[in-house]
Nanobody, 119 residues
């Protein structure tokens, strides 16, 4: 079982930056891949970026390429999402998630943190 707790959301203006954190607890984390999802108001949840816990190569949604960076500190069991040049369309609840490799489904979710970008 993996437990995830996000933090770092807030209200920012367009063009500003924000970093989200996700405290990860559980065993055998090397068997998981980690992802950041978001759910904008009135829309479905979407994958923003993901990376294997024991890997180094992330993937990104086209909408955030060049602006968002996923990273992790394995020693601190923490996942990060650095978001630069934020846009109003980035407004959403952001979720940290974990999925067991090689399953495609993410089965473990944090509670979410709100990010609001004003124009």
């Amino acid at each position: 079982q993996v437990q995830l707790v996000e933090s770092g959301g807030g209200l920012v203006q367009a063009g500003e930056s924000l970093t989200l954190s996700c405290a990860v607890s559980g065993q055998m984390l090397s068997l998981y891949r980690m992802g950041w999802f978001r759910q904008p108001p009135g829309r479905e949840r979407e994958l923003v970026t993901q990376i294997p816990w024991s890997g180094v190569t992330p993937t990104y949604a086209d909408s955030v390429k060049g602006r968002f960076i996923i990273s992790k500190d394995n020693a601190k069991n923490t996942l990060y999402l650095r978001m630069d040049n934020l846009e109003p369309d980035d407004t959403a609840v952001y979720y940290c998630a974990a999925g067991r490799i090689p399953e495609t489904q993410y089965r473990h979710w944090g509670q979410g943190t709100q990010v609001t970008v004003s124009s």
